[in-house]
């Protein structure tokens, strides 16, 4: 960095290539862009490191990669090709999607190289559609940071984002495990500060991006683009210090999506999203520096859908109202859900992107959301079992649920109609005694049992089980995302394009910022942090070649 005298006599910064954003995409790019030699400055507008990445589970959807090929794990380039194109229904630029492919390799060897990142296979788990052509019912595509030490980036580590996690995926209850460790390996692991999930990928990224020379700068907001003959040549940034001129050869949006902002929703997503678990800073600040910016913009309908319960109560680490992702519950035996007619609407085990969808269908003679209000329902014979949110097997449920003795009673406590309640558990009981589901198919694909029980996995027994042991619970479901997808559309290298495709000189946009380079489909555990590894790796590398 240097720095110089504006015309106004204001300081002015300058950079090579200026990332916006502390995700998983914004720290690759500002990292790849550092190894390749250019001087990065890296900015955030809160004072918190890591986005919604830090929040997440962080496993990372790579097709076709190495890690898995060295322990035996067979996949190909075509079949790769194959499982995005029958997922697509046409949102997919066949562009986009074979750089993602094709710069898996790549990636991960730099990942190895030059980063602190290690990769690991989740064992098992499999594609979210893995009966689709192409598709892996045994795993091998969704990959995750081992468990890292976070004394190495120092007092960074206070200004992550979220709490200290202490697990693998594959420890928790969305990849499969029990969520609870045992007192010995816990007490271990706080001991030496080792953290996964979200948290451990975005520390290992930050502590390479420090390694290279390139430390973060919190509480700076970017508010404006600098322009001159036609390129972007800089941003404007304001803080609580006043405003902040920077120059640079190259902008690179990684700021994430723009779900907090209502206006933003209202205008664009095709459905309703309510109680996000995102970070609160995805406003959609990159969307309008690349709107004003002239940019075309590609997926702006779409999102990561995901339902969610929020509990009474339930707050964030910095106090706010928080929610639950509901992953397990509805997967387990004994769970079924239903809509405010009472009844049934989709296969409660399927992945959550795409049993987020069903919650924006229409009913145009009502004229409201069919399946809005929606409530999963367990019976005492399940929670007993299996415990749920958060409670141990053989533990009372929260006192937070709906409790009911009776079917009649449940009904009227969530306000459904009782017939229509008492017939929709009396048809899936019966299908249950059959062993299968011919209305919703629940149970037929190997995913649907990923979260259910463990002892019957890769039967339909992992996810049927009927609802008939009183006293019954109810949690009321709520559709929301886990980031939007649209934004500008760019070239393979993450190039903002303009509304007549060419090139915006000087602007990059990687991570749930650019367009999803997959459409609409989300291919499995990792599906949104794969491409955002990718392609902010791909922006990072071709913003520094501009310098």
């Known amino acids: 960095m240097s720095t110089v005298e504006s015309p106004l006599g204001r300081p002015t910064e300058e950079y090579d290539v200026v990332v916006l954003g502390t995700g998983a995409a914004g720290l690759t790019a500002g990292l790849a862009a550092a ?40 996949d190909s380039r075509e079949d790769a090709l194959a499982y995005l194109a029958a997922l697509s229904n046409d949102t997919m630029r066949p562009e986009m999607v074979e750089a993602f492919v094709d710069t898996v390799d790549e990636l991960v060897d730099w990942l190895d190289t030059e980063t602190p990142v290690r990769l690991k296979l989740v064992a098992r788990y499999p594609d979210y559609h893995p009966e689709h052509p192409g598709g892996r019912p045994g795993g091998g595509r969704s990959l995750e940071s081992e468990l890292v030490c976070t004394d190495k980036i120092g007092d960074w580590v206070d200004r992550l984002m979220g709490t200290p996690r202490r697990m693998l995926i594959g420890e928790i209850p969305s990849g499969g495990g029990t969520g ?76 994430g999506g723009f779900e907090w902002d209502e206006s933003l929703v209202r205008a664009f997503l095709r459905g309703p999203v309510g109680h996000l678990p995102t970070a609160r800073a995805n406003t959609g600040d990159g969307l309008r520096l690349a709107m004003r910016a002239g940019a075309e913009l590609g997926a702006m309908q779409f999102a990561w859908w995901v339902p969610v319960v929020a509990p009474p109560g339930l707050v964030d680490a910095d106090g706010n109202s928080d929610s639950l992702l509901l992953l397990r519950e509805r997967t387990l035996p004994g769970t079924v859900m239903v809509n405010r007619h009472g009844v049934r609407f989709a296969n409660e085990a399927a992945n959550y992107n795409a049993l987020g969808a069903a919650f924006h269908a229409f009913d145009p003679v009502e004229f409201a959301y069919a399946n809005i209000p929606a409530w999963l329902i367990l019976d005492s014979r399940c929670v007993d079992r299996y415990g749920c949110f958060g409670t141990a097997p053989g533990r009372p449920a929260p006192e937070w649920l709906v409790r009911a003795e009776s079917v009649a009673e ?11 309640l008492a017939g929709t558990l009396e048809r899936f009981n019966e299908h249950v005694r059959g062993g299968h589901d011919p209305d919703f198919h629940r149970g037929e694909s190997i995913y649907d049992g990923w979260c259910g029980d463990q002892q019957h996995y890769g039967t339909p027994q992992a996810t049927l089980g009927s609802v008939a042991a009183p006293p019954y619970f109810a949690a009321r479901v709520h559709p929301s995302t886990l980031g939007t997808k649209g934004g500008p559309t760019t070239t393979i290298d993450g190039q903002v394009v303009d509304l007549g495709g060419t090139p915006i000189p000087g602007l990059y946009a990687a991570g749930n910022a650019m367009a999803a380079p997959t459409g609409i489909a989300y291919g499995g555990a990792g599906g949104t942090l794969g491409p955002a590894l990718v392609f902010g790796y791909r922006a990072g590398c071709a913003a520094a070649a501009r310098r």
């Open 180 to 255: 609870v460790l045992p007192a010995a390996v816990r007490a271990e692991r706080d001991k030496h500060h080792l953290e996964g999930l979200g948290r451990g990928l975005v520390a290992s990224l930050l502590q390479g991006c420090l390694e290279a020379g390139v430390e973060p700068r919190t509480g700076l907001r970017a508010a404006e683009l600098l322009h001159e003959e036609g390129r972007v040549v800089g941003v404007r940034l304001t803080g609580a210090d006043g405003a902040l001129t920077v120059r640079t050869g190259a902008v690179v949006i990684a700021t």
């Open 410 to 420: 449940l009904a009227d406590a969530i306000d459904v109609p009782t017939d229509a």
């Open 35 to 74: 190894r390749a030699g250019a001087r990065v400055g890296l900015f955030e507008k809160t004072d918190r490191i890591g986005g919604t990445t830090a929040l997440s589970g962080g496993v990372i959807w790579l097709p076709d990669n190495p890690v898995a090929r060295a322990e035996g794990v067979e």
